[in-house]
């Protein structure tokens, strides 16, 4: 994984430095609240609902195990004992105090890490697959390019102060893991015929209030000009992107206001200008930087292993783990694992220090000392040997980190809400964990299939409700909490947005209502079928009758 060098380290401890003269400034008076904002916010801090929240960055999701225990030590030291996985594979504090984050930033940039352009009208954290690197359907390996884009971006000067925050997704497999059709920009790494690395770039795509696949902007980008092109689509949007009206402000909606031809127009009329100048990566500066994610020291394995599978065979709880949580490895005896986040009764994508000091723990013993972050707020072991799998369930189990549900409904994205965030129009982790409660037999979770179930507090679409096969979204109707519930959404190639099925529900109906379309869909699905593949076949309308059954005129509930 990348490590910084010399230059990079000096840059962040200048910000460091300079941050803490800031906050000691806010807090002595010296500057206004209107003053300081701006600064926090480049720094990764927000003021919640009940106390200041700080996002720190992760880098396409990437860390090493020293880093995990830096993490751990902060939540212990600064914070209430744990931390939590974001929708960007970044890590968040939910109670740190205002005076104490300079001090937290100090400590992140002895482990190269900081939060730099996690919040702000700026380029955010680029994300990619979990599975980078190691992933059997992988074309290229996006990691050094997704490097080069956030050495890029980060402290950009020209793009510090775009229209509205913006957001890179890059994938190098055949299949779509990063979701770059729901960012506004998506770069998507493939090989033509002749072997060359190519890129299909997607712009204007984004969720939130106004939802919106993004659309291909260019089918067949050279790598070598990635910065170049990305610099000219930013230039348009920065040059035209509405600033009077933050719900209008995103890349989106100038794409959908000009079309998809004209705005490709004005980007190519503006990467005309610096399409061969500096920002033309180089063959000797991808090596550069691609000299950083080599392999680990893989041991010379066969492709199986005879205790794994007489434990698999023996155990079923640990069968169970082995189908939903470990993955397909490139490297022959090597697979991918999922530490499951999502236990019920806890706030999906949250773990406690000592969780994270055992995680530190499982990636030096069983995976080179790496891992990932997961945009599921899930947590990837990438190169775990086939016969170390039994050892590392066992002790994964302990630790309440070995819940077999990646991909069942119960694995469920989901945003803060209310709960913490000042934005939030209501909570969204009761309403998990009453879904978690509903459906914790996990005979019935492994019945039902995939199925993705995303959760927001509000139109923000933190949780991407919309891209969920079943998506939940807080809003407020006369200053009380309630739920609009969506079906029909999905990641992937063929992704799409959810259609919502009607009127919104109270808390204590949501449960009862996913229930209700889980049932829809056990009776009719054909065996191949996923919930989704249900939902396109049949359309909502089965789904909506069922759901609205008991609802006469002027009655509030649908009940369970």
Request: aromatic content about 10%; some cysteine; overall charge negative.
């Amino acid at each position: 994984m990348y490590k910084y060098d010399q230059y990079d380290q000096q840059l962040v401890n200048e910000r460091v430095a300079q941050y803490r003269d800031q906050t000691r400034r806010y807090l002595a008076g010296e500057l206004k609240e209107e003053e300081f904002r701006p600064l926090r916010l480049q720094n990764g801090l927000y003021i919640q609902r009940y106390a200041p929240m700080l996002r720190v960055a992760v880098p396409y999701g990437l860390l090493n195990s020293n880093q995990i225990r830096k993490i751990a030590h902060i939540a212990r030291t600064y914070d209430k004992g744990y931390a939590h996985v974001s929708t960007r594979q970044n890590f968040q504090y939910n109670w740190p105090e205002l005076k104490n984050v300079p001090d937290i930033l100090a400590e992140l940039a002895t482990v190269q890490m900081h939060a730099i352009q996690t919040s702000g009208n700026c380029i955010r954290n680029v994300t990619t697959d979990q599975f980078a690197g190691i992933a059997p359907d992988e074309v290229v390996d996006p990691r050094p390019l997704a490097e080069i884009l956030r050495q890029w971006s980060t402290f950009h000067p020209e793009f510090a102060l775009l229209p509205r925050k913006f957001k890179f997704a890059v994938s190098g497999t055949t299949n779509d893991r990063a979701v770059v059709q729901m960012h506004d920009i998506g770069l998507e790494f493939y090989r033509n015929a002749a072997n060359e690395l190519l890129i299909k770039v997607w712009a204007g795509g984004g969720l939130g209030r106004t939802p919106i696949l993004g659309e291909v902007i260019e089918e067949a980008l050279p790598w070598q000009h990635m910065l170049t092109y990305a610099e000219a689509i930013i230039r348009v949007y920065n040059r035209h992107g509405r600033r009077d009206n933050a719900y209008k402000a995103r890349i989106k909606i100038l794409v959908k206001a000009l079309g998809i031809e004209e705005f490709k127009r004005q980007v190519e009329a503006e990467w005309a200008f610096h399409k061969d100048g500096p920002n033309t990566i180089t063959q000797a500066e991808f090596d550069r930087v691609a000299k950083f994610f080599t392999e680990p020291a893989y041991a010379q394995l066969a492709d199986s292993d005879a205790g794994f599978d007489a434990k698999r065979a023996e155990e079923k709880a640990f069968a169970n783990w082995v189908k939903r949580n470990v993955h397909a490895h490139r490297q022959p005896g090597y697979r991918a694992v999922t530490l499951s986040l999502k236990v019920t009764g806890v706030a999906p994508g949250d773990i406690t220090d000592k969780q994270l000091d055992l995680v530190a723990d499982l990636a030096d013993k069983y995976s080179f000392g790496e891992l990932r972050t997961t945009h599921e707020q899930n947590i990837v072991l990438s190169d775990v040997k086939l016969g170390d799998l039994y050892a590392l369930w066992q002790e994964a189990r302990a630790a309440g980190l070995a819940t077999p549900n990646i991909g069942l409904i119960t694995d469920i994205i989901c945003c803060p809400g209310g709960s913490f965030c000042d934005l939030a129009n209501a909570k969204s982790i009761p309403i998990a964990e009453s879904i978690q409660q509903l459906f914790d037999d996990l005979d019935y979770q492994h019945d039902i299939g995939d199925l993705e179930l995303n959760i927001s507090g509000c139109m923000n679409s933190c949780g991407h409700h919309h891209v969920g096969h079943i998506g939940v979204l807080g809003v407020d109707k006369n200053d009380e909490e309630w739920y609009q519930v969506s079906i029909g959404g999905k990641q992937g190639n063929d992704a799409s947005l959810g259609s919502v099925i009607g009127p919104s529900f109270a808390a204590d109906e949501v449960a009862g209502v996913v229930k209700r379309l889980i049932d829809v869909y056990l009776e009719n699905r054909t065996p191949e079928e996923r919930f989704i593949d249900t939902v396109r076949r049949l359309g909502a309308a089965p789904f909506k009758e069922r759901v609205y059954a008991d609802r006469q005129p002027g009655k509030q509930k649908v009940e369970a």
